[in-house]
């Protein structure tokens, strides 16, 4: 497709629970960011790539979220023991590289209940 | 004190209306300043990008940076049904780093036909 892909578009999980939500960046985009929207907020940055190195992870509120990207293109965002907190929509951005325009997908709306 | 703040509205205005949307903010090292717009249920998408201080317009759009009140607004003339979303604006300190993007909590805008 031709701009950022997130899947899935909903997750509703138990507390405790582990998930993983998954990010399609456009094609040969090199830098990717996944930031997190509480109602009402606007998105809060977590943690940036370049390539396939986390060069920003200052984000992140604790050790139970990590985030791969091994090939430097789809990305991995993955919450351990989910607390109700987590509750937000997190939404992935790719750009050509660093310090260009972003481009947003759609979210993925994570439902801790 | 939030860094950057933003009345969250709603804002209701008739079709054909100027609309008026701003933010202050507290970090004087901002350099870079953005405004995005959010449909519901959908990722942000840039719509105006700035640096430092003045004015620049994109057709209906207006964005304006004021550093020295650390003031930005953004202008939309002859407002239509499908300006309709929430409206974040956003900046970043270039000698920190080129990626966290700071976003204000947005402002919801509704024109009404």
Known sequence: ?113 | QKEVEQDPGPLSVPEGAIVSLNCTYSNSAFQYFMWYRQYSRKGPELLMYTYSSGNKEDGRFTAQVDKSSKYISLFIRDSQPSDSATYLCAMMDPETSYDKVIFGPGTSLSVIP
């Not at chain 1, 990305?75 to 310090?99: F, H, M, N, P």
């Open chain 1, 1 to 113: 497709g031709a701009g950022v892909s997130q899947t899935p578009s909903n997750k509703v999980t138990e507390k405790g629970k582990y998930v993983e939500l998954r990010c399609d960046p456009i094609s040969g985009h090199t830098a990717l960011y996944w930031y997190r929207q509480s109602l009402g907020q606007g998105p809060e940055f977590l943690i940036y790539f370049q390539g396939t190195g986390a060069a920003d992870d200052s984000g992140l509120p604790n050790d139970r979220f990590f985030a791969v990207r091994p090939e430097g293109s789809v990305s991995t965002l993955k919450i351990q023991r989910t607390e109700r907190g987590d509750s937000a929509v997190y939404l992935c951005a790719s750009s050509l590289r660093e310090g260009r325009e972003a481009f947003f997908g759609q979210g993925t709306r994570l439902t801790v209940v």
